[in-house]
T-cell receptor, first 113, second 114 residues
Framework: GDSVTQMEGPVTLSEEAFLTINCTYT??????LFWYVQYPGEGLQLLLK?????DKGSNKGFEATYRKETTSFHLEKGSVQVSDSAVYFC????????????FGRGTSLIVHP | DGGITQSPKYLFRKEGQNVTLSCEQN?????MYWYRQDPGQGLRLIYY???????QKGDIAEGYSVSREKKESFPLTVTSAQKNPTAFYLC?????????????FGPGTRLTVL
């Protein structure tokens, strides 16, 4: 079956540091890939997505590139802010399936001033 | 504004009581989902529905029930049979078809059993 593996958290950084959160996946079909963000006490919201190999999703300074050869979709940001502190979830959705996404366990990011 | 609303935001329940969590969407989405989130855990799917008057069990349906009488509404009942119901509950919706269907989430309901 499909699965998503994210790096364990928490990831703790100082403001303006470079962020990478690793995400790798296994999928039976050709998936679309997503990053969602959850701020404390809130629901998830879509951060970015990519639907085919070599696509780069980007939003709010975050980027992730769909790497089919390494089955990865790592999230990066060049300079994090305190307001980026949240939990980040990687997810995949396989076309033609049940429309149930597979989520990773989430990675908590804590950014200190 | 289109979106998903969940109510209440906080809910307290005594052991042995059933409680119902509300979820409403005005996005005209066909599919709706309920997830449970425990501290430090990912999301676990409870139930989902892709059409009115039909729904399917997810990975942890025991002790929960749902209904889908209207396209925009998907309430979740946490029954007394659910052994450990204290958790954060998230409702989501999505379109169907196309293959890159993102999910839209509500703000969540935090349920605490006293």
């Amino acid at each position: 079956g499909d699965s998503v593996t994210q790096m364990e958290g928490p990831v703790t950084l100082s403001e303006e540091a470079f962020l990478t959160i690793n995400c790798t996946y296994t999928a039976t079909g050709y998936p679309s890939l997503f990053w969602y963000v959850q701020y404390p006490g809130e629901g998830l919201q879509l951060l970015l997505k990519a639907t085919k190999a070599d696509d780069k999703g980007s939003n709010k300074g975050f980027e992730a590139t769909y790497r089919k050869e390494t089955t990865s979709f790592h999230l990066e940001k060049g300079s994090v802010q305190v307001s980026d502190s949240a939990v980040y979830f990687c997810a995949l959705l396989t076309a033609g399936g049940s429309y149930i996404p597979t989520f990773g366990r989430g990675t908590s990011l804590i950014v200190h001033p | 504004d289109g979106g998903i609303t969940q109510s209440p935001k906080y809910l307290f329940r005594k052991e042995g009581q059933n409680v119902t969590l509300s979820c409403e969407q005005n996005l005209n989405h066909d599919a709706m989902y309920w997830y449970r989130q425990d501290p430090g855990q990912g999301l676990r799917l409870i139930y989902y529905s892709q059409i009115v008057n039909d729904f399917q069990k997810g990975d942890i349906a025991e002790g929960y029930s749902v209904s889908r009488e209207k396209k925009e509404s998907f309430p979740l009942t946490v029954t007394s049979a659910q052994k450990n119901p204290t958790a954060f509950y998230l409702c989501a919706s999505s379109t169907l078809g196309g293959g890159a269907n993102e999910q839209f989430f509500g703000p969540g309901t935090r349920l605490t059993v006293l």
